[in-house]
T-cell receptor, first 116, second 114 residues
């Protein structure tokens, strides 16, 4: 079945450091890929997405590129801020039918803490 | 506007109570979802409604009963819950269920079952 693997956290960085959160996936065909962020005490917010190979999603200084050859969708940000402290979820949605149709498959989440 | 609203924000209930969670969206989305999220875990899908009809039930116990009165509203009726049902309940919506469409989440209802 479909699956998403994220790098284990927690990740702790100083403000202005470079961020990478690794995400790899297993799926049939060409799924859509998403990064969601969950701030403390809140629901999930879409951070960015990509729907086909080589697409780059970007938002609020975060970027991720859909790499079909490595089945990856790593999240990067050049300079993190304290306000970026949150849990980050990588997710996929398959483009095939069957029992997985329309369902999001999430990774386990990565806790990011940014210190001043 | 990509807002999904949920009420109440917090709910405490006993194991014999009956309560309901409410979710609303005015984006014209035709698919709506209920998820359950335990602390430090990803959301787990419970139910999906598509065009106001239940399309997916992820083998959820019958003490959880979803309802979609119209295309903008989604309810989750709770009855005889167990303490292990304590969690954050998230509602989401999307234009449809195709793979390209984004699910937008509400802020959640934090449920505590005593």
């Amino acid at each position: 079945g479909d699956s998403v693997t994220q790098m284990e956290g927690p990740v702790t960085l100083s403000e202005e450091a470079f961020l990478t959160i690794n995400c790899t996936y297993t799926a049939t065909g060409y799924p859509s890929l998403f990064w969601y962020v969950q701030y403390p005490g809140e629901g999930l917010q879409l951070l960015l997405k990509a729907t086909k190979a080589d697409d780059k999603g970007s938002n609020k200084g975060f970027e991720a590129t859909y790499r079909k050859e490595t089945t990856s969708f790593h999240l990067e940000k050049g300079s993190v801020q304290v306000s970026d402290s949150a849990v980050y979820f990588c997710a996929l949605k398959p483009n095939a039918g069957g029992t997985s149709y329309g369902k999001l498959t999430f990774g386990q989440g990565t806790i990011l803490t940014v210190h001043p | 506007d990509t807002e999904v609203t949920q009420t109440p924000k917090h709910l405490v209930m006993g194991m014999t109570n009956k309560k309901s969670l409410k979710c609303e969206q005015h984006m014209g989305h035709r698919a709506m979802y209920w998820y359950k999220q335990k602390a430090k875990k990803p959301p787990e899908l419970m139910f999906v409604y598509s065009y106001e009809k239940l399309s997916i039930n992820e083998s959820v116990p019958s003490r959880f009963s979803p309802e979609c009165p119209n295309s903008s509203l989604l309810n989750l009726h709770l009855h005889a819950l167990q303490p292990e049902d304590s969690a954050l309940y998230l509602c989401a919506s999307s234009q449809g269920q195709t793979f390209q469409e984004t699910q937008y989440f509400g802020p959640g209802t934090r449920l505590l079952v005593l």
